[in-house]
């Protein structure tokens, strides 16, 4: 197939499928998405307007679409796991999570996720807002596009966040007071395991500094339907076989962990939806 041709069958699936999307209200262009990861299953700071039960042509999403505002800027919040963190990562229903979102009109999407870290500068407790994925995830529904009346359609993934909406959470983060690791490579694991520690030295290898298991397909398919999406980790824990994790991961320090650095994002969350 020519490059062309290409291009005009890619056009073409993108309209097939937008075409199917019919937002019921017309929101503000300024309305975030934030989608919760381990950790965060709700915003204690957002002032809720109400909840809607979404369907799409996927099935269901994670839970309901919570509304409501932050600083007075709204704000649609989405609980990755369920909000009763009952959900794991392979079996998250991302296409259904990222069409209600499109299908709500938000203007671009914050991934929040607690990962591993790879790297020996990067300590429990860190923020990372990575620029770069290596997805090591398998059999998860990883596109809109599977042929038949939405024909084959290639995006650009070159490079997979959006770097505007990277730049506000770089700018929020520093506006609260708080430091973030500006660039970084998310290694996109199966899970719901953890990792063994020569998989740790593998992702290294690679040219990877954090772990996670959600980030893929959900970047993706984000791309896919046009909406800018960047994405807040917190470091929880040093990979397996590093510093304090090397005989073994130990789950009381990461709850400690996640426990005080939510607090922190939420603040940083507020402040994104002013900048």
Known sequence: MSSAAGAGF???GAAAVHDKIRGP???SDRMLAI?????????????????????TPYGEPSGALTYGSLCEEPVVFLARHGYGHTIPPHLVN?????????QADVSGIISVASVGSIRADLAPGTLVVPDQI???TWDRKSTFFEGGETPVKHV?????????LRQRLLLATAAVGELAVDGGVYAATQGPRLETAAEINRFERDGADVVGMTGMPEAVLARELELPYAALN???????????????????DIETVLQTAMSRV???LEKLCQV
Request: glycine residues 8%; charged residues 20%.
């Open 234 to 252: 917190v470091v929880v824990n040093y990979g397996a076989g590093r510093a304090d994790s090397a005989a073994g991961i130990i789950f009381d």
């Open 10 to 12: 890619a056009q073409r």
């Open 94 to 102: 991302y296409r259904a999570n990222i069409w209600a979102l499109k």
């Open 156 to 164: 650009d993934f070159t490079h997979p966040y959006d770097p505007s």
């Open 25 to 27: 209200i017309q929101r």
């Open 134 to 136: 290596i997805d090591y």
């Open 266 to 268: 939420r603040v940083i």
């Open 35 to 55: 989608i919760g990861g381990s950790g965060l299953t709700q915003l204690s700071n957002l002032a809720i307007v109400r909840r809607e039960v979404v369907r």
